[in-house]
């Protein structure tokens, strides 16, 4: 009889999430964990998804949209670049290449920039560089943090400091060892003959948003001189203006007299490095800047005149209308909240944290929060859901912790609608 029963008929509405969901189930890799949004388009702090139903960014694509969305500077940066120039290779020189290494350099310090797609690659290039430094010696290994991220191709997930980019890709890349962050006395006792370099990153991101201490950093510096190892930082997520400064380390390390002159001896960068557009880059501090001379790293794509021209964009818009101010003053509006919102809720919320835009607010756990304990789903993707439903993206990282990585260009109107309505999430689950 089964065979008697007509199909039902075609929905009367066609659902577009549906149909680009389909598209992706059928066609794309699925290695990502995805929420159930499809997006189309944006302006300013603000994104759209395919039902024309608007949310409020407070992810800003995992900090990399630092100008928000379809910025007119950008837009017009990539159209005038385009009709000159969009790619010629590293065989030629190209002005807007040199123009943007120069700008870094001089937010940074005495040195020169190598420029490449992602900050995996980026990191990826600390490495070599390391490697070449050590080489003649028979030094390779590179200490990096737990709980650290570096990206993962299969040098940054034997870098990253976490064991669930690892599993199922052994063996790994041999060369790198993790030592507890924040711990100076674990590093110095961690080295061995072999060890070259110290990987870690000013405020961990994808580890929950933990900060390194001003003592910390100095006394890596310290410990790297002593042992003529290289101090390396990832700045790809904590860089490019997201604490207030240009790079979280001249931010921690304000109101230091002691730390005047602290410098890394390589940084590499990424995310908000091209407002939108994919690129990435590393810093190499002056002594150094030289040991990867001609035929010993390449990448087709790197500091394209379309990438650069964007790049300098970016940084001009971000000086020009000193978004590293705004980015202090609401920032640590932010967090005061946030603290507030953890004092006031703490069955829900068991900390707030961070620094400018890199800000984290810890969740109880799921088993701790009522409506969060019958589902499968970490606190921090279920609290996420129902930022969605009230209309504001924001970022898990890990299991329990919610991560704000607003545009610089955040207004506070916009800002205390993001707290509002997380206040809101938060007393639905109090
Ligand atoms: C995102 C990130 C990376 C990896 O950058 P990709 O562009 O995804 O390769 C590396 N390090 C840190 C700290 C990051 O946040």
Request: hydrophobic fraction near 40%; proline fraction near 6%; aromatic fraction near 8%.
């Given at each position: 009889m089964k065979e008697m029963v007509p199909s039902p008929p075609p929905p009367l509405v066609h659902n577009q999430f549906e149909s680009v969901r389909e598209l992706f189930s059928r066609h794309v890799v699925p290695s990502y964990g995805r929420f159930n949004l499809a997006l189309s388009h944006g302006t300013g702090t603000h994104v759209f998804d395919v039902a024309g139903r608007r949310y409020l960014d407070l992810g800003g694509g995992?900090?990399?949209?630092?100008?928000?969305?379809?910025?007119?500077?950008?837009?017009?940066?990539?159209?005038?670049?385009?009709?000159?120039?969009?790619?010629?290779?590293?065989?030629?020189?190209?002005?807007?290449?040199?123009?943007?290494?120069?700008?870094?350099?001089?937010?940074?310090?005495?040195?020169?920039?190598?420029?490449?797609?992602?900050?995996?690659?980026?990191?990826?290039?600390?490495?070599?560089?390391?490697?070449?430094?050590?080489?003649?010696?028979?030094?390779?290994?590179?200490?990096?943090?737990?709980?650290?991220?570096?990206?993962?191709?299969?040098?940054?997930?034997?870098?990253?400091?976490?064991?669930?980019?690892?599993?199922?890709?052994?063996?790994?890349?041999?060369?790198?060892?993790?030592?507890?962050?924040?711990?100076?006395?674990?590093?110095?006792?961690?080295?061995?003959?072999?060890?070259?370099?110290?990987?870690?990153?000013?405020?961990?991101?994808?580890?929950?948003?933990?900060?390194?201490?001003?003592?910390?950093?100095?006394?890596?510096?310290?410990?790297?001189?002593?042992?003529?190892?290289?101090?390396?930082?990832?700045?790809?997520?904590?860089?490019?203006?997201?604490t207030g400064r240009f790079q979280s380390f001249q931010r921690i390390l304000e109101g230091r007299p002691e730390a005047g002159g602290f410098l890394p001896d390589g940084l590499s960068m990424a995310k908000a490095l091209g407002g939108g557009f994919p690129m990435g880059a590393f810093w190499v501090r002056a002594p150094f800047a030289d040991l990867l001379g001609p035929g010993t790293h390449a990448t087709t794509f790197g500091g394209t005149p379309l990438a650069c021209a964007v790049a300098l964009k970016v940084l001009e818009v971000i000086e020009r209308e000193r978004l590293d101010e705004n980015v202090r003053k609401l920032g640590e509006w932010l967090l005061r909240e946030l603290k507030r919102l953890a004092e006031t809720y703490p069955s829900v919320v068991r900390d707030a944290r961070g620094l400018g835009f890199l800000l984290g607010l810890e969740l109880a756990g799921k088993e701790e929060i009522p409506a969060f304990a019958a589902e499968e789903k970490p606190a921090a993707i279920q609290f996420t859901n129902r930022m969605h439903q009230a209309g504001v993206l924001v970022v898990p990282a890990g299991a329990r912790v919610i991560r704000l990585l607003p545009p610089l260009n955040l207004k506070p109107l916009e800002a205390g609608e993001g707290i509002s309505k997380i206040e809101e999430v938060i007393k639905s689950l109090a």
């Amino acid at each position: 009889m089964k065979e008697m029963v007509p199909s039902p008929p075609p929905p009367l509405v066609h659902n577009q999430f549906e149909s680009v969901r389909e598209l992706f189930s059928r066609h794309v890799v699925p290695s990502y964990g995805r929420f159930n949004l499809a997006l189309s388009h944006g302006t300013g702090t603000h994104v759209f998804d395919v039902a024309g139903r608007r949310y409020l960014d407070l992810g800003g694509g995992i900090a990399v949209c630092c100008l928000g969305h379809a910025h007119p500077a950008i837009t017009e940066a990539l159209a005038a670049q385009s009709r000159k120039l969009l790619h010629v290779s590293n065989l030629y020189y190209t002005e807007p290449q040199g123009r943007l290494a120069a700008e870094l350099v001089r937010r940074l310090g005495a040195g020169k920039v190598f420029f490449c797609n992602s900050g995996a690659e980026a990191n990826e290039g600390l490495f070599k560089l390391a490697r070449k430094f050590g080489n003649d010696e028979g030094r390779f290994e590179i200490l990096t943090a737990t709980n650290s991220f570096h990206g993962r191709t299969l040098a940054g997930i034997a870098a990253t400091g976490q064991d669930k980019v690892k599993k199922g890709f052994e063996p790994m890349t041999p060369g790198f060892r993790h030592i507890p962050y924040n711990d100076l006395a674990a590093a110095r006792a961690a080295l061995s003959p072999a060890t070259v370099a110290i990987l870690i990153e000013g405020i961990q991101g994808e580890g929950g948003v933990a900060p390194a201490t001003p003592e910390y950093l100095l006394g890596l510096r310290a410990l790297c001189d002593e042992k003529r190892l290289l101090l390396l930082l990832d700045g790809v997520q904590d860089g490019h203006y997201r604490t207030g400064r240009f790079q979280s380390f001249q931010r921690i390390l304000e109101g230091r007299p002691e730390a005047g002159g602290f410098l890394p001896d390589g940084l590499s960068m990424a995310k908000a490095l091209g407002g939108g557009f994919p690129m990435g880059a590393f810093w190499v501090r002056a002594p150094f800047a030289d040991l990867l001379g001609p035929g010993t790293h390449a990448t087709t794509f790197g500091g394209t005149p379309l990438a650069c021209a964007v790049a300098l964009k970016v940084l001009e818009v971000i000086e020009r209308e000193r978004l590293d101010e705004n980015v202090r003053k609401l920032g640590e509006w932010l967090l005061r909240e946030l603290k507030r919102l953890a004092e006031t809720y703490p069955s829900v919320v068991r900390d707030a944290r961070g620094l400018g835009f890199l800000l984290g607010l810890e969740l109880a756990g799921k088993e701790e929060i009522p409506a969060f304990a019958a589902e499968e789903k970490p606190a921090a993707i279920q609290f996420t859901n129902r930022m969605h439903q009230a209309g504001v993206l924001v970022v898990p990282a890990g299991a329990r912790v919610i991560r704000l990585l607003p545009p610089l260009n955040l207004k506070p109107l916009e800002a205390g609608e993001g707290i509002s309505k997380i206040e809101e999430v938060i007393k639905s689950l109090a």
